[in-house]
């Protein structure tokens, strides 16, 4: 994962999986988390301009990173180095633990180190955004405007408590290859019946070709 910063900077995360030392990986994660927190107060502190790209807002720049940082953390089956910053903070997760999502542990440990710089209510309004569009699998460059859609308008049908039946299809195709299905909760009985057919279709296709 890269993500660019003011100034042209670049933060990776791809050197992290490869650390072998703690401590490194520990001091590495902080210094991202400390890049992403600095670049943040400076998009705030910039004027808003009525002709800027949506993204250059910096809540609507800030939440497809946190995404992108905490589905990467997810996929690489590293997300207690997330649970650990916190902790290494001196933070702590406010009410039952399952009722915090994983985005929401995620923002709280990437301003682990400043937390006024992103209040609690944000945190608590971003992380439900982000985990909103994590069930529906939706990529990190379309984030916004997922968000900017399903908070104007609660018409949709909807697949259980949370899921649009619009999207159906598109969660379906996504969960044959999930590299992370266990952080993404429980989907109803209808969606996994489907994708376990496919499964088993895929499966019975590939040994008639052998």
């Not at 969606?191 to 496919?198: G, H, L, Q, S």
Request: net charge positive.
């Amino acid at each position: 994962m890269k993500i660019t910063l003011s100034g042209g900077r670049i933060v990776t995360t791809d050197e992290l999986w490869f650390l072998n030392d703690d401590s490194e990986e520990r001091g590495m994660l902080d210094g991202i988390c400390m890049q992403i927190s600095r670049d943040y107060d400076l998009r705030r502190a910039r004027p808003t301009h009525p002709l800027r790209a949506p993204n250059a807002k910096p809540n609507s720049w800030l939440k497809p990173v946190c995404y992108e940082l905490v589905v990467e953390f997810c996929r690489e089956d590293r997300f207690d180095l997330l649970e650990d910053r916190i902790e290494r903070c001196g933070r702590y997760s406010r009410g039952r633990r399952g009722d915090i999502n994983v985005f929401q542990t995620g923002i709280m440990a990437i301003f682990a180190h400043a937390p006024k710089a992103l209040g609690p209510r944000d945190r608590e309004r971003f992380g439900k955004q982000l985990w909103h569009a994590f069930r529906h699998y939706v990529p990190s460059p379309f984030i916004n405007g997922f968000i900017a859609q399903y908070e104007k308008s609660t018409s949709h049908g909807r697949i259980g408590r949370d899921l649009d039946s619009a999207f159906r299809d598109w969660i379906v195709s996504e969960r044959l290859n999930d590299p992370c299905p266990d952080f993404r909760g429980g989907y109803p009985k209808g969606i996994n019946d489907e994708v376990r057919a496919k499964h088993l279709n895929t499966d019975s296709s590939t040994r008639r070709r052998l």
